[in-house]
């Protein structure tokens, strides 16, 4: 009994001390990444004349790289849908002087 009433605790222990790590933790993380996009809006805003917000130009950059990344992942998949492509005629061109050489061995024994 002693060694499920010292599991239940360490359990709770662990839990709660889990939880105050993770949350310092997070706040540290969010606080760094709030003042790096102040940063980075105040420098879009000062510096931008064409009416855009650094909020905006960080999203069409990153729609930018989303869509070169996309791009790229396609003609990857391409590339690789052409080497399964190839892979599967050579089987069959295998394949067919197999099933070939099979039938004229049957064809000659009878």
């Known amino acids: 009994m002693s060694q499920q009433d010292g599991f239940a605790s360490g359990l709770l222990l662990g839990t709660l001390i889990g939880g105050v ?8 993380i969010t606080s760094r990444l709030d003042g790096k996009f102040a940063d980075e809006e105040n420098e879009g805003l000062t ?8 909020a905006k130009r960080r999203q069409m950059r990153a729609s ?10 396609r003609r990857s998949l391409e590339d690789k849908i ?3 492509n190839a892979t599967i005629d050579d089987v069959r061109k295998q394949l067919g002087n197999v ?12």
Do not use: K, P
């Open 21 to 28: 790590v993770g949350g310092v933790v997070g706040a540290v």
């Open 47 to 54: 510096a931008g004349n064409d009416g855009q917000t650094g």
């Open 82 to 84: 052409a080497q399964l």
């Open 99 to 110: 099933n070939s050489n099979s039938s004229q061995e049957v064809n000659e024994h009878s």
């Open 64 to 73: 930018a790289n989303e869509n070169l990344e996309i791009e790229a992942t």
